[in-house]
């Protein structure tokens, strides 16, 4: 099909054409040529490559649930809690729950996912099965990666590595770690468990870091420290992160460095602290930097809307971002940043003037969005939306289509 009178990254108008799920060509847009019937109209819209969320919990949303007061306790295990003692307990299915979050993304131009599936002693594999059976749904619709995610820590509750391995048996395709020092209390054990499984299954490995300062830094150094030793270049990724600022610039640098020399990539959700790596350094320094929504309106907290598009605006705003080019940086990562980490297919942002993903031999991922620049979009976050995966439209009007 044609993609007709779009911008790409806000450049002059153009007609895309696509061809076995690639951009074939991108030509001046012809006025006087006729429309197929399978022709998309751009009408005029930005181009933009579709985003990629890296980072969401759609095992725990209630998108589509009434809003309910916010009960959770301070800390990783006191919201743990909070989410054991209440997921259950709705009127909807957990399963149609998931799906009606995921389907949302994919209607606001989200078309590659990396969602969590907690997994433990309690929920055991019931959460992990809602969400692959909502990567099933939506198979033709958007490309999910799922990962199998110890909430609850590995070591605290006897059983739990033998559900993570069983997730692993049934396709989970990344493997999970959190907080190796302050919640497991063991970092070395934990660590082992985790890199010991994603070797076995050949997965790879994302590990949620919420630890302060130079607490932060020593789980962050045994992860690098395995990654090197085990030769998992390009394989681990490290989310949250966002205290690895607050020691000092050298250990910063040191950190920024060593990702960038093992290839260790970093996501994040746009937190309101002042004390994370800095994004232009480590877009700079060729660290893979992806974006993500986390919990979506969940037992975590009120925030999350499906739309990525409202994430970005919130990076450039975290990062205290005014020019067109940063804004724009931001927007990058929430797209292709995104998805260079979920596959080495893709490009990588490598710098802040760099625009991947809208050029002849890259796959068709699209979103098409009102906006008279990238900058622009990012402010407005405008509804007048068409999503493309794989060359097919998936979703037109914040509606997914073809289901």
């Not at 969602?115 to 909502?134: E, G, I, N, R």
Request: aromatic share 6%; with cysteine; hydrophobic share 40%.
């Amino acid at each position: 099909m044609i993609i007709r009178n779009v911008r790409p990254w806000g450049a002059d108008a153009a007609d895309i054409r696509i061809e076995a799920g690639l951009i074939a060509a991108i030509e001046p847009h012809d006025e006087a040529a006729s429309p197929a019937a399978d022709d998309v109209d751009g009408r005029a819209r930005l181009a933009l490559p579709s985003f990629s969320d890296v980072h969401v919990h759609l095992d725990s949303s209630r998108i589509g649930l009434p809003f309910r007061p916010h009960t959770g306790a301070p800390g990783v295990w006191g919201m743990m809690l909070n989410d054991r003692d209440n997921w259950r307990h709705t009127d909807v299915p957990h399963a149609e729950i998931v799906a009606g979050t995921l389907e949302q993304m994919i209607a606001r131009g989200t078309t590659r996912v990396r969602t969590y599936a907690q997994v433990d002693v309690d929920c055991k594999l019931d959460k992990f099965d809602s969400v692959m059976a909502s990567k099933e749904k939506f198979r033709d619709h958007a490309e999910v990666q799922v990962m199998t995610f110890p909430q609850a820590g590995i070591l605290r509750e006897a059983g739990t590595v033998d559900y993570l391995e069983e997730s692993l048996r049934q396709g989970a395709d990344v493997m999970g770690g959190i907080d190796p020092s302050q919640l497991d209390r063991d970092p070395v054990r934990h660590l082992d468990i985790v890199f010991g499984l994603a070797e076995k299954y050949h997965v790879e490995v994302d590990i949620h870091l919420h630890e302060p300062g130079a607490l932060g830094v020593f789980s962050t150094e045994l992860i690098l420290e395995r990654t090197r030793a085990l030769g998992m270049q390009g394989k681990v990724t490290i989310s949250h992160a966002y205290d690895l600022g607050s020691v000092s610039e050298a250990v910063s640098r040191r950190l920024i460095d060593e990702f960038a020399e093992l290839d260790v990539a970093m996501a994040t959700i746009a937190p309101s602290t002042t004390a994370h790596l800095r994004l232009v350094d480590l877009v700079e320094a060729g660290v893979r930097v992806g974006l993500g929504e986390d919990g979506q309106r969940d037992y975590w907290s009120p925030y999350g809307n499906c739309d990525m598009l409202d994430r970005t605006w919130q990076l450039a705003f975290v990062n205290g971002f005014r020019r067109d080019d940063h804004i724009e940086l931001a927007l990058a990562v929430a797209t292709m940043g995104g998805a260079s980490i979920m596959s080495h297919e893709s490009p990588r942002v490598a710098g802040v003037g760099d625009r991947p993903g809208v050029a002849v031999g890259d796959r068709a991922d699209l979103v098409l969005v009102d906006g008279e620049t990238p900058t622009s979009a990012v402010m407005d976050r405008g509804s007048d939306r068409t999503v493309v995966h794989d060359g097919r439209v998936v979703a037109d009007g914040l509606r997914v289509v073809g289901i």
